[in-house]
């Protein structure tokens, strides 16, 4: 995928998905180093995911990303983004992602979008949000 590096923050955001892909390549939580991703964090930055989910809550710092990644990772075989597109950049990026996942615990496989606002400062993420369309399906994916 080509995506125009429009703005400091899309170059940040592509750049965290990148590490983000290598890290999963990887092996991902307790298999890999972690250090590649948490350059494109701000020490102090907020994970917020819905508390729905089955990694659902707030996550701060590194290590908060690191145990959510480790939670996702733990959730889902497979999580595949298949279409990604920054809709708005700035301070605060908008980031529309169409995934597929599989679940560990139930082989169920989903498919379903992801809208993020990511604001970033100082050329490092400070806070995550994703909103999901409809939590109670990943969830119940997710569960036997």
Request: net charge negative; glycine share 10%.
């Amino acid at each position: 995928m080509t995506i125009q590096h429009s703005t400091d923050s899309v170059t940040v955001l592509t750049g965290m998905y990148a590490a983000e892909a290598a890290y999963m390549a990887a092996g991902g939580p307790g298999k890999a180093d972690f250090a590649g991703m948490a350059p494109f964090f701000a020490p102090e930055v907020v994970l917020h995911q819905a508390e729905g989910l089955p990694y659902g809550g707030v996550w701060r710092g590194h290590a908060g990303v690191e145990a959510c990644v480790r939670a996702m990772s733990e959730t889902w075989e497979v999580f595949d983004f298949v279409r990604q597109e920054f809709l708005g950049t700035g301070p605060t990026v908008v980031v529309r992602t169409d995934v597929h996942a599989r679940s560990r615990a139930t082989g169920r496989e989903i498919d379903f979008p992801i809208l993020q606002t990511v604001a970033v400062v100082d050329g490092r993420i400070t806070d995550v949000r994703p909103y999901y369309w409809d939590t109670a399906a990943i969830a119940d994916a997710c569960h036997r």
